[in-house]
T-cell receptor, first 113, second 116 residues
Framework: AQKVTQAQTEISVVEKEDVTLDCVYE???????LFWYKQPPSGELVFLIR??????QNEISGRYSWNFQKSTSSFNFTITASQVVDSAVYFC??????????FGKGTRLSVIA | DVKVTQSSRYLVKRTGEKVFLECVQD?????MFWYRQDPGLGLRLIYF???????EKGDIPEGYSVSREKKERFSLILESASTNQTSMYLC???????????????FGPGTRLTVL
């Protein structure tokens, strides 16, 4: 069975701090896909990134970066110089083959001005 | 941009009522999904559909049914609403590029359903 663990339930940081959200996954499949979504207070899940299991290159998009390490089954998400608008619940998710997304329970990030 | 819309943002129903939640996507996506989100439990898949008139059970299908008569529309039905179905319901869609797991899902704004 596939599983995603986001051990951090809630994180609170002061604006401009860097913050890393952890994601650990379990799967027996060799081909799989990892995702991060953001859920702001409005409620809609916003897609951030998709990564397949054959691409271990780290990705950077503005203040956001992702570190994918197959050796530790982790796909961590870092926000650099956090801003109040980054306050949201962030979900990590895993899918493979014909199995739809399995979500972690989410990490609530609060950025304080 | 992908647009997924849901018929209501907030809905209040009484126990025993039949409830319809509607979801429409405008990007000609093959796959559509219904999730419920509860505090501390994350998102759980109720049903999904990979084609018109096709459906598959997710992790928690009990108490729910679905209908997909047209490609762009996927309905979630609560045959007899109960208080434990009070939740946030999220619809999503994805383009089919082979394996259903490979596709990025795009979500609607959610419907917060309260059953009294």
């Amino acid at each position: 069975a596939q599983k995603v663990t986001q051990a951090q339930t809630e994180i609170s940081v002061v604006e401009k701090e860097d913050v890393t959200l952890d994601c650990v996954y379990e799967t027996r499949d060799t081909t799989y896909y990892l995702f991060w979504y953001k859920q702001p207070p409005s409620g809609e899940l916003v897609f951030l990134i998709r990564r397949n299991s054959f691409d271990e290159q780290n990705e950077i998009s503005g203040r956001y970066s992702w570190n994918f390490q197959k050796s530790t089954s982790s796909f961590n998400f870092t926000i650099t110089a956090s801003q109040v608008v980054d306050s949201a619940v962030y979900f990590c998710a895993l899918a493979s083959g014909n199995t739809p997304l399995v979500f972690g329970k989410g990490t609530r990030l609060s950025v304080i001005a | 941009d992908v647009k997924v819309t849901q018929s209501s943002r907030y809905l209040v129903k009484r126990t025993g009522e039949k409830v319809f939640l509607e979801c429409v996507q405008d990007m000609d996506h093959e796959n559509m999904f219904w999730y419920r989100q509860d505090p501390g439990l994350g998102l759980r898949l109720i049903y999904f559909s990979y084609d018109v008139k096709m459906k598959e059970k997710g992790d928690i299908p009990e108490g729910y049914s679905v209908s997909r008569e047209k490609k762009e529309r996927f309905s979630l039905i609560l045959e007899s609403a109960s208080t434990n179905q009070t939740s946030m319901y999220l619809c999503a869609s994805s383009l089919s590029q082979g394996a259903i797991g490979a596709d990025t899902q795009y979500f609607g704004p959610g419907t917060r359903l309260t059953v009294l």
